[in-house]
């Protein structure tokens, strides 16, 4: 696996090798001749994105032990694409000393800041741009995270009030079983006390019978 991310870094290498040099060509070039250049940039800068895609997807199926250091590499490449896309746009808005008195003469200058302002503009909206983007996300994560947990709560709640409905009926169950025993020991204890009394009667009839008849004798 690491063996395809390797050859996508020489791919790498070789064509931002070509960009690079191809970007400082760009600004003595004009007309068609310049046109075609910026194209052929273009086109090559769009290869190179392409090949960070592939080394992205080739990381991710990396074992973890490994992958921290294949991450760095592609931060850095990551970085120099960013670099390289910078120094494009510059180039496209560029000119040499001598295309530049060709086209605008004594303006030259005030029009290369004019775009130079302008470029540095396009790059801070562009920033705050990913910003505002990264910030939605943020917030878009956050908000599922919160509604996450609130079904959780809820899920958590109705829990507990089945758990309290189930010792409501519990206590309910032990209140009437301790209300059965308790009549249950009381008849228990009726029953014992008649046949204490009924056994005295029974005694106390059998000590009269022996008494009369002995009296009779």
Sequence with gaps: ?????????QD??????????????????????????????????????????????EVREIPIQSR???NGRLKSYKQEIEKLEKDFKRSRIAYSDEVRNELLGD????SENQRAHLL??????????????????????????????????NSDREKIQRARERLRETDANLGKSSRILTGMLRRIIQNRALVFILGAIILLTI?????????GH
């Design 1 to 9: 696996m690491s063996s395809d991310f390797e050859a996508y870094e």
């Design 120 to 153: 540095d503009n396009t790059e801070k909206l562009e920033r705050s741009s990913r910003r505002l983007e990264a910030g939605y996300q943020i917030a878009v994560e956050t908000e599922q995270v919160g509604q996450e947990i609130l079904s959780n709560l």
């Design 68 to 70: 921290a250091m294949f």
């Design 207 to 215: 000590i009269l019978a022996i008494y009369f008849n002995l009296r």
């Design 107 to 110: 303006e030259a200058s005030s």
């Design 12 to 57: 790498f290498g070789t064509i931002t090798a070509e960009v690079t040099n191809k970007i400082g060509k760009i600004p003595k070039l004009s007309g068609e001749e310049k046109t075609q250049l910026v194209l052929n940039v273009d086109k090559q800068l769009e290869e190179v994105r392409e090949l960070l895609e592939q080394m992205d997807l």
